[in-house]
């Protein structure tokens, strides 16, 4: 019987294999048609339009509305006899940063910090844009143009210690910054219709030539969603983006030939396919590895990526359950199943202000629904087929540099093997230890560093 099955999985596998082999030479068929479609279908930049400035007002009666909800928060008993955070997050520990929430957290103050550099907002293809725009030492006579993409459940907010970083530490480089929201999140609200990573893609590119000028080289540094968005610039703008760095490669597809192969041939020789620095930050890539970060890990991404509304209507009214739902991600993120078991969740390596502002400000701007519908748009808009199937397919240019930073915890992984594949110009590609999924949130001198180490790298 036992025999019969793995005759079985094995058939299965090789046709498997040859179907995605021949979805991927279809795709590099068609890839060539992709840049063209992209110089075809860029947006149209008005430079006579006027963005306007932004600035976010401390609004207390919203804020005295939150904190009598925080107030009549209803709680439910913890299980004593599993591990903290091994069912999702504590209910003990959400009850005090609730009550601190509620009684010592200093949203007036946070709202000053978050207007630490100047904003904007801008309509773009009909979306609603937020963006920061800033400038470190003007006078400098070397100039770089960056974006800085971050994800879920991100916030511009989270590059403001690397912008005040790189402004203060590298003193002979001018850099022009635009850190946007992406179009759901935050201040780019309303958002009424279906807006997915590749639209988005589109709107930063045409955002970056408003700001930077229509001709402007800039480079890209993503994480989270910023990292999808990133490649997508990297692989229909090759000729624009100066090199992306990233901190979470996305995995292409699972219709990827070379990908299921490496996991394939990870399920039985692990070691064979990883570097000697993967195998010692413990890092696996395997078939079963996909399957336990599908079921296991990322529970979230199938609720989101199917009915974000649903939850989302629990979150939009309940700070409580806003606050555990967004936190889990942080513990887990940062610190992986290492979180399991702590009565905090590793949490308190952060400062509850830091952790509570961001929560803030997913209530404030009740963006928590239309954030996470980015999820559902992705698969819903994928059903379009081209260009987007063919563009996940797509190999990064050589005319791309590609620099790659992983922390030990991230969330997902791909070897090297497999990326030296996908990003014909990788020309970075570093791993860190004591880091997880909220890099910048983290870790932002050493992102700053290895991110402008790139920059010199590629240019």
Excluded at 38 to 47: E, M, R, Y
Excluded at 88 to 116: C, I, M, T
Excluded at 293 to 304: A, D, E, P
Aim: glycine share 6%.
């Amino acid at each position: 019987m036992i025999r019969k099955l793995f005759i079985i999985s094995i058939n299965v596998l090789v046709l498997a294999l040859f179907w995605a082999n021949y979805k991927e030479q279809q795709s590099i068929s068609e890839s060539e048609k992709i840049e063209q479609w992209a110089k075809d279908n860029q947006i149209k930049v008005d430079t006579s339009t006027k963005a306007q400035k932004f600035t976010i007002d401390f609004d207390e009666k919203e804020w005295n509305l939150l904190k009598q909800k925080l107030s009549l928060t209803r709680f439910f008993t913890s299980l004593k006899d599993v591990p903290s955070f091994d069912f999702g997050f504590d209910p003990d520990y959400a009850r005090e940063l609730v009550e601190y929430w509620g009684n010592k957290f200093d949203w007036k103050s946070q709202v000053e910090y978050l207007n630490s550099y100047p904003q904007f907002r801008i309509s773009i293809n009909d979306t609603l844009i937020h963006y920061v725009y800033y400038t470190t030492n003007p006078t400098a006579a070397k100039r770089i143009n960056i974006l800085l993409l971050d994800g879920w459940p991100g916030a511009f907010f989270g590059f403001y210690k690397a912008i005040d970083f790189m402004e203060k530490n590298y003193k002979d480089i001018c850099f022009d910054i635009v850190v946007p929201s992406i179009p759901g999140f935050g201040y780019s609200n309303p958002l009424e219709k279906v807006v997915d990573p590749f639209d988005t893609t589109l709107i930063f590119d045409a955002l970056a030539r408003f700001v930077f000028g229509e001709n402007s080289q800039y480079f890209v540094h993503g994480e989270d969603w910023g990292s999808l968005i990133s490649t997508f610039l990297a692989k229909l703008y090759p000729e624009r983006i100066g090199g992306i760095h990233i901190t979470m490669p996305p995995l292409t597809s699972f219709f990827d030939f070379n990908s299921l192969l490496y996991a394939f041939a990870g399920q039985f020789f692990p070691n064979s396919i990883l570097t000697e620095q993967e195998i010692k930050f413990g890092f696996k890539f395997s078939l079963s590895e996909l399957a336990s970060l599908i079921i296991k890990k990322t529970g979230y991404f199938h609720i989101q990526a199917t009915k974000p509304d649903s939850i989302g209507a629990g979150m939009s009214d309940s700070p409580f359950g806003l606050l555990a739902y967004v936190l889990e991600k942080y513990s887990f993120g940062s610190f992986g199943l290492n979180a399991v078991g702590k009565k905090d969740g590793g949490l308190e390596k952060f400062k509850r202000d830091d952790l509570l502002t961001i929560i803030t400000y997913y209530w404030m701007t009740n963006c928590i629904s239309s954030s996470m519908r980015l999820y559902r748009n992705t698969f819903y808009t994928l059903e379009k087929g081209w260009p987007r199937i063919v563009l996940n397919m797509k190999k990064i240019s050589a005319k791309v540099p590609v620099g790659v930073q992983v922390f030990q915890h991230e969330v997902s992984f791909v070897p090297f093997k497999v990326l030296k594949n996908k990003y014909l110009n990788l020309s970075m590609y570093n791993l860190v230890e004591n880091g997880g999924h909220f890099s910048n949130f983290e870790n932002p001198e050493k992102i700053s560093n290895n991110f402008i180490e790139f920059i010199n790298l590629a240019l």
